[in-house]
């Protein structure tokens, strides 16, 4: 590495970096940054759950349904304040020391929680917990891209937004046996919230053996701390895999840069894309308000107005939580075949739609717990997909340079808004004992959504095939950038015709409310992923040209595939048949094209 003028480094760590094979130290940058979408996941599903619970009798906890939406408003603007916050002291500081800062700040918060035993102790402990989550996803979105290489960038992000719903499951499981009489009123809630601490620790252990990201510190002007982490990856993979590393890629020209603020970001945001930051704005507020209301002040709304126990409540938490991950999983494809106007329009206004018809059951007093739930199921399944495309959009319509920051700013400044006024007025109404004041609130919810929904057909951006490469993505040869090319067409073509285009799976993306910064990363990688897809099928038809017929794992084994990261080999095995490269002559076994 060497600097060629004052402010610019030239360096090919990028290259370098994205050449690895998988390895174990992947796996550990997963676990120990990707995990925190379970803990968020955990958080969330566990307050709505045993809220009821802490507002009854015996609690040892004096509040009511008021102070819980109350106390889930100032959860959501801590974790604002956290992304902005933290989200510039890691741009300044460090991914590093961020996010051990920030997981440490969770853990103490959510275990200290567990002691309340007054509202005011209640709220700061929210607000702080709060805090460390916003700030955990500041941290570690920008730590996993710059870490994992950008082959699997794409597939490793839909993962982690998908294990957001873990946790969900995870607090449901652990809401039911807290809440269960083996633990009285005032200790079964309290341990709910003492969980996250533990699994937090864990985390925490994982993450001590992390380094610093080489990205940050060589455009941080770190040069050498960067190749001396760089190095001792290599070292560790070489001496795991038993094999010595592909060449890399091609250097960059990086210029150096201090932070940038989020002012600059907002005023370049205004200035040059007016609608576009509208658009932002009216996703992000709409899918904000709808989800931390009903989330938060769920189980004080089944608790006041359906009858529900407190003890039964977490097994509505979890028909909840699966309508909301069975929806990106089904449409999320939709988004890249129909496209994405019409995709995010349609789920916005559909889900408004089935808010509104909630409101009017309620005004009727027509809804029993069955056909309540059912329909909350059914709105959120729809919703779910939709509230992703609020990341979606404003990941794929800003420039590359200011993506991770722009989300960031959008979604501080749309939760704000929508995210804080949500649990907040619905914890009021609730207290209220009204049902109409609570069919009014969902009133609200419909016309937030709704308003997402129109404001896409105005100003929504057709980017479903706008990959934006980045500059690593331009160094590889250009014969294999116009194969990846033609061979991303042909796919789209086939995908997006007739009714292919309406099979059901998750396409490009998972969602997990608040998730900064990573729904639609699979698509921001496509390109550099279609191009080291073009590598392995060489390797693959290769393979079998050279040494013969072959089962899957013999194959796998000849041409390192377990290396290329996780479900590549098989994806790569699949379009090698898939153009005529290779053969499948019996299940599970494949032999080169008869010629």
């Known amino acids: 590495m060497t ?78 304040i956290g992304a902005l916050l933290f989200g510039q002291l890691t741009d300044r500081l460090g991914r590093k020391k961020m996010f051990m800062v920030t997981l440490g700040l969770y853990m103490a918060a959510t275990v200290a929680t567990a002691f309340a035993v007054q509202p005011w102790y209640l709220f700061l402990m929210r607000f702080l917990t709060g805090m460390g989550i916003g700030g955990e996803y500041a941290a570690i979105n920008s730590a996993i891209d710059e870490l994992i290489p950008a082959r699997n960038r794409g597939r490793v992000d839909l993962a982690i937004n998908g294990s957001y719903w873990v946790g969900a499951a995870i607090g449901s499981v652990a809401a039911l046996a807290f809440l269960s009489p083996l633990f009285s009123p005032s200790l079964g809630w309290r341990l709910a919230f003492a969980i996250g601490g533990v699994i937090g620790f864990a985390i925490m252990v994982t993450r001590r053996h992390l380094p610093e990201s080489p990205r940050w510190l060589f455009i941080h002007g770190h040069t050498e701390e960067a190749e001396q982490i760089v190095n001792r990856i290599e070292a560790e993979v070489r001496a795991e895999t038993g094999q010595e590393l592909p060449p890399p890629g091609s250097a ?5 840069r201090e932070a940038i603020p989020f002012r600059e970001i907002t005023r370049v945001a205004m200035e040059r894309y007016p609608r576009r930051m509208l658009l932002g704005l009216a996703l992000f507020v709409g899918q904000a308000f709808l989800y931390n209301a009903v989330t938060f002040d769920l189980g004080t709304l089944l608790n006041g107005f359906f009858g529900v126990t407190s003890g039964n409540v977490p097994y509505f938490m979890a028909i909840f939580a699966l309508g909301n991950f069975l929806g990106p999983l ?48 059914l709105t959120f399944f729809v919703a ?11 990941s794929e319509v800003f420039p590359m340079e200011t993506r991770a920051l722009a989300i960031a700013l959008f979604f501080a400044i749309g939760t704000a808004i929508g995210g804080v006024t949500g649990p907040a007025l619905f914890g009021q109404f609730i207290h209220s004992g009204n049902v109409k004041l609570v069919a009014i609130g969902f009133f609200i919810g419909a016309a937030a959504m709704a308003t997402g929904g129109i404001a896409e057909l ?45 099979r ?19 698509s921001r990688h496509a390109a550099i992923a279609d191009e080291a897809l073009d590598r392995e099928i060489d390797k693959v038809a290769h393979a079998l040209e050279r040494y013969g017929p072959a089962d899957r794992d013999t194959l796998a084994e000849r041409v390192h595939g377990r290396a290329w990261g996780p479900g590549r080999f098989r994806a790569a095995l699949r379009q090698t048949v898939r153009e005529g490269r290779a053969q499948e002559t019996s299940p599970g076994r494949y032999d080169q094209t008869e010629k």
């Open 252 to 256: 960059i020209t990086v210029r150096q």
């Open 330 to 377: 089904v449409m999320g494809r939709w988004f890249d075949t129909v496209g994405r106007i019409p995709m995010i329009a349609g789920t916005y206004l559909v889900s408004a739609g089935l808010t509104a018809l909630i409101a009017v059951l309620l005004m009727n007093k027509a809804l029993t717990t069955g056909s309540f739930m059912t329909l909350i199921a």
């Open 384 to 394: 779910s997909a939709g509230a992703s495309s609020a990341y979606l959009t404003v």
């Open 3 to 80: 600097t060629s003028r004052p402010g610019t480094v030239r360096t090919d760590i990028p290259a370098r970096l994205d050449r690895m094979p998988w390895a174990g130290f992947h796996w550990k940058v997963v676990l120990g940054l990707g995990t925190v979408w379970i803990l968020d996941g955990l958080e969330v599903t566990i307050v709505g759950a045993v809220a009821s619970r802490m507002t009854e009798r015996g609690s040892g906890i004096a509040v009511n349904t008021a102070d819980i939406g109350t106390a889930a408003a100032i959860y959501v603007a801590g974790a604002c």
């Open 458 to 502: 105005l100003f929504g951006v057709r980017a479903e095939h706008e990959y934006g490469l980045s500059m690593e993505g331009r160094r590889e040869a250009a014969e294999r950038r116009e194969r990846a090319r033609l061979r991303s067409e042909r796919r789209r073509t086939l995908e997006s015709a007739g009714a292919r285009r309406f």
């Open 504 to 522: 059901p799976g998750p396409g490009t993306r998972l969602y997990s409310p608040g998730a900064i910064g990573t729904s639609g990363t699979a």
